[in-house]
């Protein structure tokens, strides 16, 4: 039996107890979804868009999920800390698939901006939600659909008109299971005009179980908005993601969007933007850092829609081992979108011989009075720059440090959430020096 | 005395070729000798042997250094035993911080002689110090390793570095070369103010005018593999007028 | 008075597909259609032996099972294989004659083309196999390069007398499977020209294929085989043209190249097929299988090409650089302008250690076309040392064009350095004034313009070529900005 089958036989059991526990408003996009991934079913193989992930397979494992929405026992302070200590930042959590109210007393949030869970909110502002809901993700693909099909929550986020969120929103979504688990999760994010905010989204897991993790994030960036958002990966070799980024961005919006994959087993990335008003800006950048079987694949299409908008991309992997990086970035540019700026990087270290990387840019052009370009490459760590540390009495494990530091520094650099930043540096040094999932083989975890 | 470094019979090969042909040479602490000879005569060979280039391979002879066998040294433990290299062509290292960068060279440096790291104080207080010497500007200090320096940029970072790190034996690779007249004359004040009695000075250069300010104490002429001559200081004026062809064709004499 | 920029204009316009005119020659066509008979009459014609025949049938069986490619940046229409013919032989006079001497008529069109088929009256250094439809209609300095010990004659030629030699090269760069276009070509292939270079021999003259379409309704399936073997070099250039016609015609040929050790070919296209009128009626499909394996270590091989023409482009000159220090070149410029549609560039499949390629691709949309890079640089995990450094510039000419890159990078190793840019612009209105300023005519600025921006390309073709091709980028574009 192929795996698509077993799941819509999943749901179409289980239907009632998904439905009953979950939101009208959700239950409807979900009979749309459902219908629309029963007759196209998970990407395969020969889909060029899934290549290098190949998807079907990371389905057959015998998941299970929590669809009668059973609470976990104990809260995640239990068993989660922090690895970016000291930062000053509100924190909400998503565990497994479903938003965690917690005791803890916070400072109240500006008048007007919700945040909680994303079922809750569909039944207290149902227009709200209705707006915006599943707007983007339903034109995605089977594996959106997927997700549509079995969310049941997730965290919503909305700031009103001219309202600016002084603190930092930082999200955890924590894994936590005894058994091998499927979880699918929401992100819904409305920026109303001329409002900010900055997110960090952190990816946990606490046990050593086979997961899989679809995660569907929509954003809404309305007139003038501006979005900071910076997700941080930091699961283990036996998680996998399949997450789904998805923007639409109105005029003079501003998105900063960076995707730190520290540590994690599989992970796919499908980041879609689309500049649908003049002036508006995106900024994406990721690094991935892997070693052992570690496979990170981030797919981005950046959609110029109108003109005068302005994106730009820097990706950078580094691989050690038997990791396999695969980049493939799309930018798309109208005919009605000229006068674009855009441009993309791609840099890539291999650092052993097993290590894979598959880049892929493209280029797809229809205005004329645009500015467009690209670069990739795939190196090493630059020898002579290394003789030369060496040279000033700097270990070779040391000079390939700072090397490697740099190299990941260039993305670092380009978040501006400033108190961020710095610690960043931090945790990408200790991935590094393998204090964050220790190992002992790779040269990265070397000291 | 007895001699700060002594090479016997060096023969060295890059990708095969041989490049060094039994070099014989040794310093005294507190000499500066100067190396010279035509293009293509080994000098850069021999300059990045003595620091463990790896893309230089050792066949025969030996050199020591401060009594102990050199060549059993990898790079770093060169430096930290006080050998320091001005490059030929300093490299760029884009995204590492100059100040990153002597800070980890400082500590590896204390460490190796079991001292514990500098406090960030002490070590930007050195920094500013060092810089002085060379009026190597403090935005440099602030910029990526060498990237976007100018010729002479990069010339007195190399002294600066060399401030910092305070070597037993300094190799000057060709300093002099692409820089102009004041950028010389800074560079030389920068490496005559670093001089002690017990620190040694291994100048190499094609030509005489960066003697002119770093005055050396033996003169040796490197052709083909090989030191061919070595003599007082007046070689080097005499190189200067009658060029190197009287070298190469003894027979000319 | 009138403005000169205008004269100028007037110049390029009368220019517009020069080769346009169809030759009255009486040929002979067999029937459309195409089944194993047709592949059998193909054969028996050119009297070929057993084995030619079942290496076409054994290609024409696996071609039945293949489906047109679909992943290419291009929309083609719907090709009836049933309704071309496969074979169209224009020097049938001649032979009825039996007689050597080629038909007046066919010398002319030749000379027409600037291809003066009489050796006296030659460019200076280059041997010319002339090609028409399905037939070689003269090889010039036959014998002065046999003297050399070099084989440069017809494929059919080839088949009769070096059977041995076409027997052990043929299909080994482009296997039958290859893909859909190869496996036809190969089942109907018809004739092309086959250089073989001794070892140690370098070529003293330029060889030179002149393609040409004339007969209506017919398909042109050459096929090329040079096989270059240790120390050898050859420079070989290749041309086409085809007259105007309203339906389209079929192109689909296959070039494999065959590189030993330290021997070095350099192969350059002008391609200049009918592209079609500015709506977009008539042209040829070029859907061309080009592939050299660099056999030898220390082996070279070098693409430069030049696309003006066809209606539809699917080609992609390719390098297997199999042999340590084995290095590949790919030179490119496109331009698309009406409806035309390009989708090309280039393979390099690293193998060898330290070996190392090259990629410049030039691409200029204008009109309504649609222009597209696509290129993969694949490093071996064996393939230690291999560097690629890639360029592709697109330019775009008016707002209705699109120009695309799609560059494929599989590295499985981990001291490659592969590197890749590519920029999209347009022309600058400072430089077309700039030039207006200076008196010169916006379509001669373009012209000028184009030629500066492709002349990284143009400089690695051989002089003669290189005129030419610099002519015909400017007509290319003509009326491209109004």
Redesign the interface.
């Known amino acids: 039996m192929s795996n698509e089958k077993e799941y819509i036989e999943i749901f179409d059991n289980n239907r009632p107890l998904i439905e009953t526990l979950c939101s009208a408003l959700l239950n409807k996009e979900r009979a749309k979804a459902f219908e629309q991934f029963k007759s196209t079913g998970f990407p395969k193989r020969d889909d060029e868009e899934y290549r290098r992930t190949p998807i079907d397979k990371l389905f057959a494992a015998d998941y299970g999920m929590n669809l009668g929405r059973l609470p976990l026992q104990g809260s995640p302070a239990d068993f989660f800390s922090c690895d970016v200590p000291n930062l000053r930042a509100r924190q909400e959590y998503i565990i497994n698939d479903s938003f965690y109210r917690d005791a803890a007393e916070k400072s109240p949030l500006p008048e007007g901006v919700l945040l909680g869970s994303l079922d809750q909110f569909a039944q207290t502002h149902p227009e709200l939600v209705e707006a915006y809901y599943n707007r983007q993700a339903q034109e995605s693909d089977s594996l959106a659909q997927f997700n549509t099909t079995f969310v049941q929550d997730g965290l919503l986020l909305y700031v009103p008109r001219d309202t600016k969120l002084s603190e930092p929103i930082q999200i955890v979504t924590l894994l936590r299971s005894n058994i091998e688990m499927l979880s699918n999760r929401r992100l819904l994010i409305i920026i109303d005009q001329n409002a900010t905010a900055d997110l960090l989204i952190c990816d946990h897991s606490s046990n050593d179980k086979q997961t899989l993790s679809t995660q569907v994030t929509e954003i809404f960036l309305r007139r003038g908005a501006a979005l900071n958002i910076v997700e941080i990966e930091e699961t283990g070799e036996k998680n996998s993601r399949l997450a789904h980024l998805l923007v639409n961005q109105e005029s003079d919006s501003r998105l900063n969007h960076c995707c730190i994959t520290l540590t994690n087993g599989l992970t796919r990335n499908n980041i879609k933007v689309t500049l649908a008003g003049s002036g508006a800006e995106a900024h994406l950048g990721g690094l991935a850092i892997c070693d052992k079987n570690q496979h990170t694949d981030n797919n981005t299409l950046v959609e110029h829609k109108a003109s005068h908008c302005n994106s730009s991309e820097l990706y950078k992997y580094i691989l050690d081992e038997e990791a396999t990086g695969v980049f493939s970035g799309r930018m798309l540019i109208c005919p009605d979108a000229q006068q674009t700026t855009s441009c993309q990087t791609n840099r890539n270290l291999c650092l052993t011989k097993c290590a894979r990387m598959y880049a892929q840019p493209q280029l797809e052009i229809y205005a004329d009075d645009v500015k467009c370009s690209h670069g990739s490459t795939v190196g090493q760590l ?4 290394l ?10 494990d ?1 000079a390939r440090h ?2 490697m ?3 990941a ?2 993305v670092i650099e380009k978040i501006n959430i400033e108190a961020l930043r710095d610690r960043l540096h931090l945790l990408i040094e200790k991935r590094f020096r393998g204090e964050l999932n220790r190992c002992k083989r790779c040269a990265l975890c070397k000291q | 005395m007895d001699n700060l470094i002594e090479i016997k019979n060096l023969h060295a090969t890059i990708d095969g070729k041989e490049i060094l042909k039994g070099i014989n040479l040794s310093v005294k602490p507190g000499e500066v000798h100067a190396i010279m000879g035509p293009n293509g005569s080994g000098k850069s060979t021999l300059s990045n042997v003595l ?4 893309a230089y391979t050792v066949t025969e002879g030996e050199i020591i250094y401060k009594g102990q066998d050199l060549l059993a040294l ?3 433990e ?3 035993a006080g050998i ?2 001005s ?1 030929q062509y ?7 911080s100059m100040t ?2 002597m800070r ?2 400082i500590n ?2 204390r460490e ?1 002689q079991g001292l514990p790291a500098m406090s960030a104080g002490d070590f930007l207080k050195l920094m500013r110090d060092k810089r002085a010497l060379v009026n190597l500007d403090s935005k440099l200090a602030n910029r ?2 060498n990237e976007g320096f100018s010729g002479g940029e990069k010339k007195r970072n190399e002294i600066f ?1 060399m401030a910092m ?1 305070e070597p037993t034996l300094s190799i000057l690779d060709e300093t002099d070369s692409g820089l102009d007249i004041d950028a010389l004359r800074i560079v030389a004040e920068g490496v005559n103010k670093l001089k002690r009695p017990d620190t040694s000075t291994l100048v190499i250069t094609h030509y005489q005018r960066l003697l002119d300010y770093i005055k050396p104490d033996i003169v040796h002429v490197l052709y083909n593999g090989r030191i061919v001559k070595t003599a007082g200081p007046e070689l080097a004026l005499e190189l200067e007028e009658r060029g190197y062809d009287w070298i190469k064709n003894p027979q000319a004499e | 008075m009138k403005k000169k920029s205008n004269n100028i204009f007037r110049k390029i316009a009368d220019k517009a597909y020069e080769y346009g005119f169809v030759s009255n020659i009486k040929t002979e066509i067999i029937d459309k259609g195409l089944n194993e008979d047709v592949i059998r009459l193909i054969s028996s014609k050119k009297n070929e032996p057993q084995w030619m025949l079942e290496f076409r049938l054994q290609a024409y069986r696996h071609w039945l099972t293949l489906e047109t490619p679909q992943w290419a940046h291009l929309d083609i229409p719907p090709i009836d294989y049933q309704a071309i013919s496969y074979y169209a032989d224009p020097t049938k006079k001649s032979k009825d004659k039996q007689n050597k001497e080629i038909d007046p008529e066919l010398m002319k069109t030749f000379e027409k083309l600037g291809i003066p088929l009489e050796e006296r009256l030659a460019l200076s250094g280059t041997a010319v196999d002339a090609v028409m439809d399905s037939v070689s209609v003269k090889t010039t300095f036959k014998e002065e390069l046999k003297e050399k010990g070099i084989i440069f004659c017809s494929m059919s030629e080839a088949i009769q007398e070096y059977p041995d030699l076409v027997r052990k090269y043929l299909g080994t760069v482009v296997n039958y499977r290859d893909n859909f276009f190869a496996a036809l070509n190969s089942a109907v292939f018809s004739d092309g020209s086959f250089v073989y270079i001794p070892a140690g021999v370098r070529c003293p003259m330029e060889l030179s294929t002149y393609f040409r379409i004339n007969a209506a309704n017919t398909g042109q399936f050459e096929r090329t085989l040079i096989v270059a073997d240790d120390n050898s070099y050859v420079s070989y250039l290749e041309g086409c043209t085809a007259p105007m016609r309203d339906e389209n015609q079929l192109h689909a040929a296959i070039v494999e190249i065959v590189v030993c050790e330290n021997a070095e070919v350099k192969y350059s296209t002008v391609q200049n097929w009918y592209p079609g009128d500015a709506e977009g009626k008539g042209g040829v499909y070029n859907f061309v299988t080009k592939r050299g394996d660099c056999r030898g270590n220390n082996s070279k091989l070098s693409w430069t090409q030049v696309e003006t023409g066809s209606a539809i482009t699917w080609k992609y000159p390719s390098c297997i650089l199999r042999g340590d220090n084995s290095q590949g070149e790919f030179y490119s410029v496109a331009v698309t302008n009406n409806y035309q549609q390009a989708d090309t560039g280039t393979k390099m499949i690293h193998l060898g250690r330290n070996t190392r390629s090259t990629i410049i691709s030039k691409g200029i949309s204008a009109g309504k076309s649609q222009n597209s890079y696509r290129g993969l640089v694949r490093v071996s995990k064996n393939a230690d040392g291999a560097r690629n450094y890639s360029q592709c510039d697109s330019l775009l000419l008016g707002d209705k064009c699109g120009a695309h890159t799609f560059p494929y990078m599989d590295i499985h190793n981990d001291n490659a350095v592969i590197e890749h840019e590519a920029t999209t612009s347009k022309i600058s209105e400072e430089q077309l004034f700039y030039c207006n300023q200076r008196g010169i005519g916006t379509e001669e600025a373009i012209g000028l313009i184009v030629n500066g921006y492709a002349k990284e390309v143009l400089n690695k073709l051989p002089m003669e070529f290189a005129i030419e091709a610099q002519k015909l980028l400017s007509v290319s574009l003509e009326g491209a900005v109004g």
């Open positions: 630059d020898e002579n720059a003789f030369y540390m060496q040279q000033r009495g700097i270990s070779k040391e700072l090397l530091f740099a190299f520094g260039e | 620091v463990g280039h790896p990898s790079p770093e060169r430096s930290h320091f290299l490059f300093p490299v760029e290292i884009a995204g590492v990153n960068f980890a060279a590896a440096k190796a990526s390793v570095q790190l």
